[in-house]
């Protein structure tokens, strides 16, 4: 079965600072990769998403992640980040079946 | 177009009690998925539907879990009998179909005292 892990528990940018969200999955095919952000008690929303194709996807908000197969890697980027950002980021790999598996998540806090 | 609607958005019930959760999930949308996100970590999948059919169910607990999608619509989740680990939020999400995204709900957060 397919995994993910995101070695981020938590991270601290200051308000217009670049961001890099690290992900690493493990499938043995090419995985469905997802990003989705979770504001506290709110459910989550996907940001971005990867099937096939280019491997640099753009997403809502300003976020764009890559896709490096040799790697196993989908990071989470931004050029410059908003206090609204700040939340949990959370990664995602599906398989054929639509099985997905979620990471442990990245919580992200904005310094003004 | 209207979001995945869950209730109830709070539930505090007492250890051994039983409990209930309610999903709508987008209208069109024929898979619909169960998961558990306990404090700290990523969702975990329960069950998913396609239509009023389960798909995978592998990680219910079925000897106190049970779910049902009865017309391929709304689906309820049920606790019974309710133990202190299930305290978590359990959040439906909906997706058109196989390896679609999925839209999730705001989620029911569950306290067991």
């Known amino acids: 079965a397919q995994s993910v892990t995101q070695p981020d528990i938590h991270i601290t940018v200051s308000e217009g600072a670049s961001l890099e969200l690290r992900c690493n999955y493990s499938?043995?095919?090419?995985?469905?990769l997802f990003w989705y952000v979770q504001s506290p008690g709110q459910g989550l929303q996907l940001l971005l998403k990867?099937?096939?194709?280019?491997?640099l996807v753009q997403g809502i908000k300003g976020f764009e992640a890559e896709f490096k197969r040799s790697q196993s890697s989908f990071n989470l980027r931004k050029p410059s980040v908003h206090w609204s950002d700040a939340a949990e980021y959370f990664c995602a790999v599906g398989a054929g079946n639509n099985d997905m598996r979620f990471g442990a998540g990245t919580r992200l806090t904005v310094k003004p | 177009e209207a979001g995945v609607a869950q209730s109830p958005r709070y539930k505090i019930i007492e250890k051994r009690q039983s409990v209930a959760f309610w999903c709508n999930p987008i209208s069109g949308h024929a898979t619909l998925y169960w998961y558990q996100q306990i404090l700290g970590q990523g969702p975990k999948l329960l069950i998913q539907?396609?239509?009023?059919?389960?798909?995978?169910d592998s990680q219910l607990p079925k000897d106190r879990f049970s779910a049902e999608r009865l017309k391929g619509v709304d689906s309820t989740l049920k606790i019974q009998p309710a133990k202190l680990e299930d305290s978590a939020v359990y959040l439906c999400a909906s997706s058109q179909g196989s390896n679609q995204p999925q839209h999730f709900g705001d989620g029911t957060r569950l306290s067991i005292l």
């Open positions: 990867y099937f096939s194709g280019d491997t």
């Open positions: 499938y043995g095919a090419t995985p469905y």
């Open positions: 539907f396609q239509n009023n059919g389960v798909v995978d």
